[in-house]
Structures are given as C-alpha cells and as structure tokens.
C-alpha cells in the first residue's frame, strides 16, 4: 500500500480522517489469481488438452481428475469413475488397457499400445494421484483398497439406493449402454428415453447384504493386486492425534505427499513407569491421610488439624497438576515436505499469509532498540516477503517508539538481503553480533567476511541514531513534539489522541539495497479517549486483528512481545508443518512455541526460564487437547480467533445387523431412557449454541441459510446486520471475516481501506458487539492469554506445541527479584480474575469440546494462587513446633516410618522420572521447586488479595509493565535491589524458622540427649522452609554480600517481637513454676 511515505491519522467517531502532507491519494493492489479445476484425488491442478480445454476423465459426471491420477486408475486401479463409479472410456493419447472397447472415434495408433511410455507420463507420476486418493476423496477406504480392476461390488441394486443399507455397502451395477449415449462432461439423465429400461429384481424384498462380496475368481484377482500394489509402493501410517483420521496409508515414493508432521511418543520404559508411579503414589496418600487423620495429636489439637487440612489441599493441587501430564509426547516437523507440497519449481509459491504482531506500550520501560531487533528478525525471516505483514502496536502513542520504527525501517534495507544472502542465524542484529561464538566458521569467503563487517559498521550506526532518540525523548517539550514537518505529533497526549497507521515497509518503490521486495511493516496505535475501557493488551491485539484484516488479511496470524524476537527463521515454516497438514490441519487453532530467554545467568536462581513449565507441563498437554496459550511465540488460525467452532469430523454410519426383528430392539430400551436421552441431547445442544458465534458461515451464501432442511430466504441487508453485531460496522471487515483462507475484498479502493482501517481503531468500535467476550482476545483478566485459548478449546479446537531443535523465539526476562516477584503477581492476578468470573473452568465450558483432562489443568492454571494461603501457613507450622516444644505428629511408629518414607521417596522418583522424559536437568527442576515457594507466600499472597479487592470491591490495580533492560553488562540486573512490599513475608518465615532453629538446638542442648530424637523431626521440617528460600535470602545480600538497610531493620524488629513473645513464653521452665528445693545448707 502506497500511503505517499505519510502518517494515517484519524478519528472515526470525530469524522476526521487526515492523510499528513500526503503528496498523492494511497492505492491497494489486489491480486487474484485464476485457478483451474483441481483433482479431487491428488489435489494438482487439472491440465488441459491439446484443444485447449480442460480435460475430463469420466463423460458420466465430470468428476474432476488429472490425467496421471486417471492413467493409474485405468491401468492399476478400478477402472471406473470415483464419484459415478462408471468405467473409464480411453481416451485419446492414452494407451489401451484389458476390457477396453473399440472406439470408432478415437484414431490415436501412436498412443493406444504405448505402455512403456504411457504418454509421457512415469509411473511414479502417475501413482502420485492414486497414493493420496483416500486422504482427499470423501469416498470409503473400501472401495479403492478392495474393489477388483474393472468393476464394483455388485449388491444390485440396479440405480435404486436402499436407505437401510449403509453408502459403504451399495454398488450400483449400469447398463453397459449407459455410458456412452450422454455428452461429454454431462452426466446422463436416468429419464432419457433412449436408454433401455433397468430390468427388475427377483427378489426385491431380499436384503441384498447377504450376497457376499463376488466369486473366488474376484478374491484372487483382488490379492493379485493388492500384492503388487505392496510390492510397488512402500506405505507408512500417518501417526496423527485421536481427533484426526489416521489410517490413511499414504505412498515413501512422493515426499510431498507425505504428512508434513509426526508426533514422537515417549518410550515406553520411561513412560510406563512414571504412570505406575503416579498411582502408587495415589495410594501412598490415601495410607497417609488415613494415618494421618486416624492419629490426632491430642496435646496440639489446633497445630494438627491446620497441618491435616494444608496437607489435603496439597494434594488435591498436586492431582490437578499431574493428572494432565499422563500422555507426553513430541513432534517432529518436516520442512522439506513443507517445500515440495507448497514451493514447486517455476510456481508462485502457495505458502499461506501469516500477519506477524508485536506489543510495545512504554518505550521507556521497553527500549525501542529490542523492539527494532525483534522488527528486524520478523522482516527478515525465511518466508516468502510477499506473505508477511509485520503490524506493531505502540499502544503509548510515543513518538519515541514511531520514529525508532522509522530508522528500523531504513536499516532493514541493508540487513534483509544480507540476512538471507548468507542465511546467518539469528536474525536479530542485537544478537547475532554479540554472541560468543565463532560466526566464521564454514564461512571464510572474502565477501562474507568484508560485507560482515561493513554492515557490523552500519548497525553501530543504527544503535547511535537509536540511543540518540532515547536521550532526546528523556525531556518532553512543554508544547509537544512536533514531526519534520512541523505537524503536531497526534499522540502528545497519550489518553486523548486519534488513531494513527503508517505503513513503512511494503508499499510500491520501497524495497532493499539489492531492489526486491520487502515484507509490509505498518505501524498502528489505536485511538484513546477518557471515559472509554481500553482493556489494555487484549483491546490493542484485537485492534491488530481488524486492522490486519482491512489490509492484508492473511489466514494465520504470529503474536510475539517486543523482546521476543524469531531466533530461527524458519519458525513460520515450523508453524505451517502443522496449519497446512491437509489431514491434520482443520482443527488446529494456534502452534504455541516455547520460551526461551537470553542474559539469565548460569543458576538461574529465580526460576526465569521455566524449563519445567515448557518442557514436561506443556509437552504433557500436547498429549491431550494441546497446550496452553502463553502470551507470545504463538501462530493463530485467523478463524479461531473469529469464534468459530473447530470442524467436526464426520462419523461413520453405524452398522446394524439387519436379522434381528425392530420389535428386539423396542424391547432393549423404554420410553424413559430415550427421553432422558434426548434430553440430555437438547440440553448440550443449548449449552452449546449459548457460547458460539456465527459457526456456519460457510452456510451462509448470498443471504441464504439452511434450517432444519428447509432453505429459508433472508435478505443481504438483513444478513449484514446480523454479521456487523458481531464483528462491528466495517462492511470490508465483515467481508474479510468471511474468507476462510485470508485474501483482500474485492473493488475496494484505497481510500475506503484507509477510512475502514482507521474506523476499525476507534475506540467505540467494539460497543455492542462480540469482541472481547467471543471473539479475538477475551478480556476480564490481566493474563488474557490464559483465557483466549480455553475459549478456543471449549469450541473444540485443539493446539500443537512445537519444539524445534533451534529455539524459534528468545527473549528477555527480569532476572533481579523484586522484577521477578511482579511478573508473577501479575499472572496470578489474572488467575484469580478468572477464578472469580464466569469464564472460570471449573462451570464454564460444558457441553463443549473440551476434554476432562484438559479442563484439569485450566482448573490449575486458575486455581495455584489459592495454594499461597496453605503454604504460608505450612511454612509457619516448624517456627510454632520449636518454639512451643509441640508436634503436628505424634510418636512415629515403625508403621509411620514407612508411610513418610514411601511418601517422600515417591516424590522423589516422580520428579526423577519427569526429568528424564522431560529432558530437564536437576538444576533447573530444583530451582523451580524453591521458586514454587518463594511465589507462593509473596507474590501468589498479594495476587489474592488484589484480586479478592478488584472482584468483590472494585478496587483496581494498575497494569505495571515489566522492565525490559538494555545490555549495560553481564548480569548487571542480577544483584539490582528494589524494595517492594512483596519481600515482607518471605523474610518474616525466613527469620522466624531461623531463630526456631536456633531455639529449638539450645533446648536440646540445656534439656539433654534425650530430647534430641523428637527435635530431629521439628528440625528437618524449619530446614525445608530455610532451603526452598534460600534463593530469596541471596537476593536479599545482593553482590556485596551484604544485607540492605531495610531488611536489617525489619530483621530487628520482628526478632525484637519474637524475643519477647519467648520470654512470654519461657519454655525452659515447667509449666507449674520454678520447683524450690531445701539444699540443706545453712547459709546464715
């Protein structure tokens, strides 16, 4: 789109709509290309005659099929049509095969005899067509696996179908004369007098069923085939998920027919295993709850009971935990499959459009150089330019962000060609240069390593100019910025401003030093006024939705954070393995990648990776129903984000045996059952149809719809009204919402795409609509993630996650501790906020598609944050034991021994074995243990609280940003220290369970051996709390290893509170005072 290199800026609401110094009206090229008929057996293209028509196999019903998928079916198949199952005629320049007829029409000496060379046409051409026939026909496997050369299995029925035989079992036996008295391409009408008349049946009242399946002599010619069929091409099984149609076999011989993925299950000696496990430990805890509870400890009956419940929760969050982990698999994708089904030599490339969205909101807080690196990576990735649209959303309206923007525009020019010239990884400039390693190696052409540097040059370049708008933004003028032009900057304002476009990249005349193409770069902030709910990132992503469907529109759809850029280029690529799979493709609502992060030091002592989360709970998901949305590195299926329900699979007629009288089968249920059946039929069909949209708009046809087998006949008018309460009052947007494969409207001008793509910004576009409670991303929660793809999973789609070896996206985290705590108050803030709405999964959603062991983990995802209230106070218990001189056990028995050693033993192993099919090492898996902790009495603290006051108070929070810190040295934010209110309960349980330590070894020592053996177990419960924050206790000394100010006071003081409250107690001394003794000295 070519918008004169000018800002867009505009207010739909205000009727203001302002092209800044454009120079010449904008205009939108739409190409469409014209497509020819497609083989409904292999899916190429239906080639034309040397008359120039199309050509056409069968001159019954016109089914269309090429001509090597027509070749293979004559000389090696059934010889007859799919769809009319009628014999194929030869035709001209086709060689003659076994039962052909003479034809006084065709003079074709020259082909009829030629098998050799079959018209110029191989046989492994020719058996491409044949090999994917039961993957794309609608037709039943038996026909074409089972069916002898020449003809089909007769149950004649002589045309007239019965319905009480299944489609699979009717073969319709045609008058030989029948063929040939109807045109080409025109199927024959049954009423055409010229056609002799079908005789009748014998029997008509006969189940034909009982005929069997042909002679002896059929069978033999059948396996005859079926071997050579084997001997020919060697198959293998299509490993695809439940939900899909597996079983197809489909040919080694054509890479590119083959499934373009495969899902790699866990080995069974390292699967079966942790399953038993898992339900050993299941009994373990019943053993030990019923120890527990059957054994109170009588002289600390309150200690008990409070111990008893923590431990019930426990273990009803540890369920929810490792229940959804029962079926963990992997995937591997095969990109050169990828290339031959959809980049064919001397074609357009058929690969689908993907719109590619990043989030920025505070340039300060997020530096606008991580966000050009993560532009960059996008602009540079290995997909056809033509197919990508980067859309950034600068949802603070910074001038800072969009002329940062502006220069990473000018530098993709240099860095695009040079990316792909050498095909160097990663693409984000940024990274590629600092990394330690040796980026010469295999590549020592002189070229290479001049124009490396050349353009190492340009990039300290492009940093300076970048740093430089940085500095000079740190000072805001008081009348405002103003652009080179001198037109005031739209966004001064950054709660009152119109909405802006800009497209950079993309638009005719801009393209690379070496003059191609480059991926359209647009930059979008949506219109802010006071008084309108802007539902923070969730209304500025689904602003991006419906700005990328008045310009570009493409089916797929990649959302990554400013800091997360693509570090392999072929993650598109990795994503369209699973979108484009023709079997398994349909129901797939988003690809979600993993996170990976860089400049987290080699301990990784907060957790900020969470390789337990990405490695063993996401892969255990993908076993299921798929994982969880996260935020970012996530690939969309368009249509799914509109709220559509994932496609049904078709069911196969059942079978019923036809001997039993109706009357058996009346007797076998009541009345009552198949009312209480269809009862329960409606009442699904209601909760269903209670949380969909439009689902059937592929029913929907120039205002017609079908209801109940009648066509009802309603106007476009009315139609359009009905689509625009859903979508908004965009006519180009409703148009593009109704192309299931992405594309660009029709006759639209430039200046309506630029008004309809300024409307679709405004802030009370969304008023009286669906978006944000069904469509695009669902607000009500911080964490709006979480909540868009359960959506998506109650309308029975489901997700894949893909694990390339090359990571597909890096990012930064916040490695300091107090960064850290906020990041998770913040995802438990939103949890709670879907606990508490009608969106939580625990009675949303049923009726659905949604599976029970999926729902288990949404149910965890919102239910963890409640664990802060147990934890905290499980973790107080050992403190109040020392200092009381009590238990929450009593004497332990030999037969306690073993229940507490079973149990911890169990733990143990379950954590070992998720180790090792999870590939995480114990580094990592204990760091997530601690931070577990250190979450749970803080931030998950705090999260409930908040949540508790913006529910049920209205009190609300403010959306705090997580800092995204430039590079100023190796782990410089690691021992940064920042005071939050988060850091009180940790330390508190810290301090406390140290001078329980403390005191509980002085009275061991004052009273004695014997008081040791119940110590040990006080003990060893106060050093489980004091190791799992440990980590929080490193934070707090800092890199000088010394203790902050504020930490040493407040240290002071609660040990000044607990130092009295022992006094108070005195536990040295019997309960009934001193006991005074005559010592029998006179001391007078």
């Known amino acids: 789109m070519n918008t004169g290199g000018r800002l867009i800026a505009g207010s739909h609401n205000r009727n203001e709509f302002v092209l800044i110094n454009a120079d010449e009206s904008a205009r939108i090229r739409s190409v469409q290309e014209l497509r020819g008929q497609t083989c409904e057996i292999c899916r190429d293209e239906v080639e034309l005659t040397v008359d120039g028509e199309p050509f056409v196999a069968c001159n019954e019903c016109a089914f269309p099929v090429c001509r090597p998928c027509y070749e293979y079916e004559r000389r090696e198949g059934n010889q007859a049509c799919p769809q009319c199952k009628t014999r194929y005629k030869r035709l ?44 794309h026909s609608g037709f039943p496997q038996s026909d074409l696996d089972s069916a002898p050369p020449g003809s089909q299995i007769p149950l004649l029925t002589y045309g007239d179908e019965d319905i009480e035989i299944s489609s699979d079992r009717h073969a319709l036996i045609v008058p030989p004369s029948l063929s040939g008295q109807s045109h080409r391409g025109h199927p024959a009408s049954l009423s055409d007098p010229t056609i002799a008349a079908h005789p009748r049946p014998m029997v008509p009242q006969k189940d034909l069923a009982v005929y069997g399946y042909g002679s002896v002599a059929w069978k033999d010619r059948m396996e005859e085939w079926k071997r050579k069929q084997n001997e020919k091409l060697q198959v293998v099984k299509h490993e695809g998920d439940p939900d899909f149609e597996d079983g197809d076999d489909i040919p080694m011989m054509d890479e590119g027919r083959q499934p373009l993925s495969r899902k790699i299950p866990i080995k069974s000696s390292k699967i079966n295993p942790y399953r038993m496990l898992i339900v050993l430990r299941l009994v373990i805890l019943g053993l030990f709850f019923h120890y527990r509870i059957l054994h109170p400890v009588k002289d600390a009956y309150a200690l008990w009971l409070i111990s008893v419940i923590c431990e019930i929760w426990f273990a009803v969050s540890w369920v929810l935990d490792q229940f959804p982990k029962w079926y963990p698999i992997e995937r591997e994708t095969y990109l050169d499959r990828l290339s031959l089904r959809y980049e064919k030599e001397g074609k357009p490339s058929e690969l689908s459009a993907v719109d590619v969205f990043v989030s920025t909101v505070d340039p300060l807080k997020e530096p606008p150089l991580i966000t050009a690196n993560t532009v960059l990576s996008i602009l540079a990735v290995d997909y056809p330019v033509d197919r990508v649209a980067c859309y950034v959303s600068d949802d603070g309206a910074a001038m800072l962000t969009f002329e940062a923007l502006s220069e990473t525009a000018e530098f993709a020019r240099k860095w695009v060609p040079f990316c792909k010239k050498y095909c160097i990884e990663p693409r984000a400039p940024e990274w590629y240069f600092c990394h330690k390693m040796d980026y010469l190696k295999n590549k020592v052409h002189p070229a290479f390593v001049r124009e490396r540097r050349a353009m190492k040059r340009d990039y300290e370049e492009f940093k300076v100019k970048i740093n430089a708008l940085v500095a000079t933004a740190q000072k805001v003028p008081e009348e405002g910025w103003t652009m080179q032009d001198g037109t005031p900057w739209p966004g001064n304002s950054t709660r009152d401003h119109p909405g802006m476009i800009q497209v950079f990249l993309g638009s005719d005349g801009v393209r690379d030093v070496e003059n191609n193409e480059l991926p359209r770069l647009v930059y979008v902030s949506r219109e802010k006024r006071p008084g309108f709910d802007h539902h923070k990132k969730a209304g500025a992503m689904n602003s991006l939705i419906r700005v990328s469907g008045v310009l570009s529109n493409a089916p797929y759809l990649l959302n990554v954070d400013c800091d997360h850029y693509i570090n392999n280029s072929k993650a598109l690529r990795e994503a369209m393995c699973f979108m484009m799979d023709p079997q398994s493709g349909k129901k797939i609502c988003y690809v979600q990648f993993p996170q990976r992060f860089d400049g987290i030091d080699r301990h990784d002592r907060y957790s900020n990776r969470n390789v337990v989360f990405f490695d063993i709970n996401m892969k255990g998901l993908d076993g299921l129903q798929g994982p969880i949305y ?99 009052q965009s006519p180009v947007f409703v148009a593009s919402a109704r192309m299931e494969n992405g594309g660009m409207a029709r006759n639209a001008s430039p200046a309506c795409l630029l008004k309809e793509a300024i409307q679709v910004i405004s802030c009370g576009y969304e008023d009286k609509t669906e978006w944000g409670k069904e469509i695009g991303w669902i607000y009500g929660s911080v964490t709006e993630d979480i909540l868009t793809g359960f959506k998506m999973h109650s309308h029975g789609w489901r997700s894949v996650y893909c694990t390339p070896k090359l990571p597909a996206f890096k990012g930064s985290a916040p490695i300091n501790l107090s960064d850290r705590l906020h990041q998770v108050l913040r995802w438990a803030l939103g949890s709670v906020e879907i606990f508490l709405s009608r969106h939580c999964p625990i009675w949303y959603g049923y009726g659905g598609g949604l599976k029970w062991l999926e729902r288990l983990s949404y149910i965890n995802s919102v239910v963890y944050p409640w664990t802060s209230l147990p934890l905290i106070v499980y973790c107080s218990l050992p403190a109040i034991c020392l200092l009381t001189g009590k238990f929450i056990v009593p004497e332990i028995s030999n037969y306690a021994s073993i229940l507490f050693m079973a149990l911890f033993s169990s733990i143990a192993v379950t954590g070992v074995l998720e180790m090792q099919w999870g590939k995480v090492g114990i580094d990592d898996w204990w760091r997530n243990e601690q931070f577990w902790v250190i979450g749970g009495v803080s931030a998950h603290l705090f999260a409930l609280f908040q949540g508790l006051l913006k529910v049920l108070a209205g009190v609300d929070t403010n959306f705090t ?69 440990y980590p929080f206790l490193k934070g707090l000394l800092g890199k000088q290893d010394r203790m902050p100010t504020i930490i040493v006071v407040w240290s002071i003081l609660l040990a000044s509170i607990l130092t009295l409250l022992w006094v108070r107690v005195n536990p040295f001394v019997a309960k009934g005072g001193p006991i005074l003794e005559i010592c029998g000295l006179d001391c007078l």
Request: net charge positive.
């Open 92 to 135: 001209k320049g086709s060689p003659r095969v076994e039962n052909d007829e003479e034809e006084d029409d065709i003079d074709d000496i020259d082909n009829e005899f030629d098998y050799m060379n079959n018209g110029g046409i191989g046989f492994d051409q020719v058996s491409e067509g044949m090999s994917v026939s039961r993957r």
């Open 961 to 1029: 940003v997580t800092s995204k810190a430039a590079d100023d040295g190796e782990f410089s934010d690691l021992y940064l220290f920042k005071w939050t209110s988060l850091l009180i309960p940790p330390t508190t349980l810290l301090i406390i369970n140290v001078i329980g330590i403390v005191v509980g070894i002085s009275d061991a020592i004052s009273n004695g051996y014997d008081s040791w053996g119940p110590l040990f177990g006080r003990l060893f419960f106060a050093l489980w709390v004091v190791i799992h924050l």
């Open 630 to 728: 996260v935020g970012t590195g996530c690939v969309f299926r368009r249509q799914a984000l509109y709220g559509f329900d994932a496609p049904k699979k078709k069911k196969a007629p059942r079978k019923t045996c036809n001997c039993w009288p109706k009357w058996c089968f009346l007797c076998c249920g009541s009345r009552k059952n198949r009312k209480a059946k269809t009862a329960a039929a409606d009442k699904k069909k209601k909760n269903r149809e209670a949380s969909k949209q439009i689902h059937a708009l592929e029913n929907i046809e120039e205002g017609r719809v079908t209801t109940k087998g009648s066509n009802v006949e309603l106007s476009t008018e009315a139609m359009q009204l009905k689509l625009e309460k859903k979508f908004g």
